[in-house]
């Protein structure tokens, strides 16, 4: 099983980093969102695997699956959510004067007002 | 009366508080104000410094200490001494006359309350400095004096000179005061503690230590930055754009002395070593001399005086480097003496300046006739300056000279020191005569800007005081300083100071007559300068310390621009692949990964089907992600399918609320992307070559094997946690059983409290973003058709339904799976179903609910769950629990931790529903009915 799971972390990521380098944004937002699922998985799997013992105190439970990981995931999985939105929006915000959503130019600003309406 | 362990904190306090807001409010209305405000703070802080001083004259320093960050070593440690007590007399009375001589330098144009309020912050920075009896509370006190000396210098901060001055004083002694700071922490690891008075107990053993040479050398570094100690004297002259009432506290009496302090404070710990008397003695000789000399040479009065006090500072360090009793007393009169006729010159050239409108000497010759009664009084600072018998500089240098003269026994080395002393006395007479000479004989004045007056009789009266303190302590210093002086100087060297006496006739001395060829020198060498060389037509060398430091500036800069314009270019996807490129090298150059691609001996998890499949399924989504990754709805899709297998990973690996949050985030989540979308542009053609395709996969291939070969190694060994700490305590002292929520919580509730301020920041980042971006959608009516009849309905029915239950969850999450973080979620599921059926405006959902206000309440529940902490004398977000028993529905499980739950919760509502909100308005629905 541990395997498995290695050999998730390691595609979610590789696809992950192939799309954040593509050239438009839309892709790089959906790098960072693959990431962002190998990297908790990364985290919760730090904690080593263990089934059917979740960290729920109760009596006669000897072992339990390690819930530190789980606990930093846990807010990394509602930030993931918010980062993911700002830098859709932030693609957003930027691609609205040009007309193509070049990622690239997120660096360098036109300078120019933008067009709304 | 105040109790004594108050006094010098409230002396501090005084005008790091009362002084800087009285100041900046008094200065509102009228500049007397603010100047009176704060004279009468500083005389109260000087009088309980005062009030002190009898105590510390009999023998019994005054001390306080409040612990502060125990774990660092850091107390709020005060103690007065003998030091001390000079140094806060010279700070405050000096202040003082500076505080009333300013009122009437500064013009109208001059905004009093910030000149008094920084002017102030100063103060109290410098008192804090010589009081500390704790090495980190002085470097946070030194941190200040160079922050403030930095907006003192550049109060004209119109005038291009004075922000350069000021940029300068603040980068050469910050650097000098982060050597300092590493030089203390290897002191205080040295030594096992970070107060002064008990590291002094254990000198020999911070001596003897292999780190010592190490600490001094870093230390000096802070004590000769600040002292404008050659060679980074050149922001000394540069800081003298500043208001001469800055100059006349901070570059005589004060900051440049607390490096003075600092070498003096610190003597009986690292003092006394060859390597100290070799480098602090050469370092104040060298000033010395190149000061005097230099200061002959300057044509603006105050160039004059800067380059003249950073010889003078360097008299003092030659003498607090050498090894001997008397040169430590002859030390601490100096900075008395200095300080002194130093500020009295500063006050009298201002006052010239401020009369006839310029600093250059070759214009303002004659002035005597024009303005006696200022002449005078710079005329008795300048021989006082000189070393003039009967004035108190004459007393304090005769020792210097003895001193000195002591060396020729030594030596070479010695005898040459003997020698330079001469000569850099010998310039100090020269630059006191020309001071006189220029200022206030040689001929008539040359085209002045103003026509040369007296000043007002109150701008007068500061440097009538201190010109009387220099004639009284010359004439009697017995009766007037020798007492403190005495003091100090046994702080500095310790109690066994041999039997001396100060006094103005010691018989025909050696150096009586030393200080005869010096004036002898001194005069001759002025007239020959003037006559044979003609003075005013000398340019000075376009070679300075200056040059090098501004030079020295724009390479680093243009290094760091070329820097960084290597790694970051604009494009985003070079920095990234330059960066992953950094993590193949990290991992695969790890030990770790060599070894770890081996299976571990920790025993394997058997495979089941399930696992087999879901394995699959995430395999074709990941890759369908990256082969339709332009088909946005279809990519999409994909990414939600991995995200419902990670989650059904969580819940088979023991982690239910794992699986919990990121099933309602993937919902979540699709919604917002999808309304973003419809607004993001369509990509063009992507440009990129087969060639850049292969580096990223090939990059992307290497960095995913790495990592999953990392995880690998790592799951398959056994390994050590700190989890059982949370597992134990979780109940009995956390009161919970979902040992997760907990965690979130109580144990780690700060780092969940920074975490929904992320949170909150991010949602503010994305109104920010779209602020005003609204524009019609390209063809995307369907969108504005109704939502079907039945989703409509489906939805209303919903609401409710999801808010019991997240209320349910919410309840349950202390002890079983679910909290504030899912709870918020599921709310904003149902809020967001609302939105779609209905529209953002379709006035179910109002659009001005004030989303960011639920937001901030969450943080402010949460932040005050933290604080309640303190009112019951706990640390900050300590958590208490209760189970009291409610009829009906029996033992209610109870924690302050479910408050803070509460909190998140919001901030989760309220971000999610303030981007939701933001990207509606965006689509431009706000205008729909």
């Known amino acids: ?117 | 009366m105040i109790a004594p362990s108050l006094a010098l904190p409230l002396a501090i306090a005084l005008p790091l508080i009362a002084g800087t807001t009285l100041a900046a409010v008094a200065g509102r209305s009228s500049g007397r104000a603010a100047a009176g405000a704060l004279a009468v703070v500083t005389a109260a802080a000087l009088g309980i410094v005062l009030a002190s001083a009898p105590a510390v004259l009999a023998g019994q320093p005054v001390s306080t200490t409040w612990p502060w960050i125990p774990g660092i070593g850091l107390a709020f440690s005060l103690r007065l001494d003998g030091l001390a007590l000079l140094f806060s007399v010279l700070i405050l009375g000096i202040g003082l006359l500076v505080i009333l001589y300013a009122r009437y330098y500064l013009g109208p144009a001059d905004p009093p309350g910030k000149f008094y309020a920084r002017l102030a912050l100063f103060m109290a920075a410098m008192l804090g400095i010589v009081l500390s009896d704790n090495l980190l509370l002085l470097a946070v006190f030194w941190e200040i004096t160079s922050l403030a000396s930095f907006l003192l210098i550049g109060y004209w901060q119109h005038r291009a000179d004075a922000r350069e001055g000021a940029r300068m004083a603040l980068a050469v002694t910050g650097v000098g005061g982060l050597a300092m700071l590493a030089g203390f922490l290897l002191i205080g690891e040295t030594a096992g503690s970070y107060e002064i008075s008990a590291i002094v107990g254990i000198a020999d053993q911070v001596r003897d230590d292999p780190r010592y040479p190490a600490a001094l050398i870093l230390i000096l570094l802070g004590a000769f930055t600040k002292s404008a100690q050659f060679p980074f004297h050149f922001w000394l002259p540069a800081a003298m754009a500043a208001p001469t009432p800055v100059s006349a506290y901070l570059h005589s009496a004060t900051l440049v002395k607390a490096g003075i302090f600092l070498i003096a404070r610190l003597y009986p710990i690292l003092g006394g070593t060859p390597l100290f008397t070799y480098v602090v003695t050469t370092v104040g000789l060298v000033t010395f001399v190149f000061g005097a000399y230099v200061a002959v040479f300057k044509h603006d009065l105050k160039g004059l005086l800067a380059y003249s006090t950073m010889s003078h500072l360097g008299l003092i360090t030659f003498l607090l480097g050498l090894d001997s009793p008397l040169s430590n007393v002859a030390a601490v009169f100096h900075i008395g003496n200095h300080a002194t006729f130093k500020a009295s010159l500063f006050m009298a050239a201002g006052i010239i300046e401020h009369e006839v409108g310029t600093r250059d000497m070759r214009r303002m010759n004659g002035l005597w006739k024009y303005m006696p009664h200022t002449g005078t009084l710079a005329i008795v600072a300048a021989s006082a300056m000189a070393g003039v018998p009967l004035l108190n500089g004459f007393l304090s240098k005769e020792m210097f000279f003895a001193e000195a003269l002591a060396l020729r026994h030594l030596g070479f080395l010695g005898g040459l020191a003997s020698v330079t002393v001469a000569v850099g006395a010998a310039f100090s007479v020269a630059y006191s005569t020309r001071f006189v000479h220029d200022v206030f004989f040689n001929g008539e004045p040359r085209d002045l800007p103003r026509p040369p007056h007296e000043a007002p009789r109150f701008m007068k009266v500061p440097v009538e005081v201190l010109v009387t303190v220099c004639i009284a302590v010359g004439l009697l210093p017995g009766l007037t300083v020798g007492p403190l002086v005495d003091l100090a100087a046994r702080a500095v060297f310790g109690a066994d100071l041999p039997a001396y006496s100060v006094a103005l006739w010691h018989g025909f001395t050696l150096p009586l007559l030393l200080s005869a060829l010096a004036f002898a020198g001194g005069a001759l060498l002025y007239w020959a300068l003037q006559r044979q060389y003609n003075l005013h037509l000398h340019v000075p060398s376009r070679w300075s310390a200056r040059r090098i430091y501004l030079a020295f500036l724009a390479g680093l800069t243009s290094l760091g621009d070329r820097t960084s314009i290597g790694f970051a270019n604009g494009a985003l996807s070079r920095s990234l692949a330059l960066l992953f490129g950094v993590v193949v090298v990290l991992l695969v150059g790890s030990t770790q990964l060599t070894v770890g691609v081996h299976t571990g001996e920790r025993p394997l998890l058997p495979l089941t089907a399930l696992g087999v499949v879901a394995a699959l399924v995430l395999a074709v989504a990941a890759l369908g992600c990256v082969i339709w990754h332009r088909e946005r709805l279809v990519a999409l899709v994909f990414s939600g399918v991995v995200g419902l297998v990670v989650s059904i990973a969580f819940l088979y690996f023991s982690a239910p609320d794992l699986a919990i949050t990121q099933l309602v985030v993937e919902v979540v989540t699709t919604v917002l992307v999808l309304m973003a979308l419809a607004r993001l542009p369509r990509s063009g053609h992507e440009h990129s070559s087969p060639l850049r395709h292969s580096r990223d996969a090939i990059l992307a291939g290497l960095v995913g094997v790495s990592l999953g070969g990392l995880a690998l190694g790592v799951m398959t060994r056994p390994g050590t946690t700190i989890s059982w700490y949370f597992l134990e305590n979780s109940l009995p002292r956390g009161g919970g059983a979902n040992v997760v929520s907990v965690l979130l919580t109580d144990f780690r509730a700060y780092d969940t409290l920074g975490e929904i301020t992320v949170l909150a920041i991010t949602a503010l980042g994305v109104v920010a973003l779209l602020d005003g971006v609204r524009q019609p959608k390209p063809d995307a009516d369907h969108l504005r058709a109704p939502a079907p009849l039945l989703f409509a309905v489906a939805a209303r029915w919903l609401l409710p339904l999801a808010i019991v239950v997240s209320v349910y969850v919410f309840l349950r999450g202390h002890n079983e799976p679910g909290g504030g973080f899912v709870a918020g979620l599921i709310t904003a599921v149902a809020l967001l179903l609302r939105h779609i059926a209905h529209g953002v405006s379709g006035g179910t959902v109002p659009r001005r609910f004030g989303y960011t206000r639920i937001t901030a309440s969450g943080l402010l529940i949460a932040g005050a769950t933290g604080v309640a902490a303190w009112g019951l004398g706990k640390p900050f977000l300590t958590s208490v629990h209760a189970e009291p028993v409610v009829p009906l529905i029996g033992a209610l499980p109870l924690a302050s931790a479910t408050l803070f739950d509460l909190g998140i919760y919001l901030a989760v509502v309220g971000t999610t529903m303030r981007m939701l909100a933001s990207l509606a308005d965006a689509s431009g629905e706000a205008g729909e009915r």
């Open chain 1, 1 to 117: 099983m541990e395997i498995l799971v290695a050999g998730a972390i390691g595609l979610l990521t590789a696809c992950g980093i192939y799309l954040v380098l593509r050239g438009s944004s839309f892709p790089v937002v959906l790098g960072l969102m693959l990431l962002s699922y190998s990297v908790n998985l990364f985290i919760v799997a730090m904690g080593r695997l263990t089934v059917g013992r979740p960290p729920i105190v109760a009596a006669g439970a000897a072992t339990y699956a390690d819930p530190l990981p789980q606990a930093l995931v846990l807010t990394a999985i509602v930030i993931g959510l918010a980062t993911t939105v700002f830098t859709i929006v932030l693609a957003l915000a930027v691609s609205v004067p040009p007309r193509d959503e070049a990622a690239d130019r997120v660096a360098r600003p036109q300078g120019d007002e933008p067009s709304l309406r």
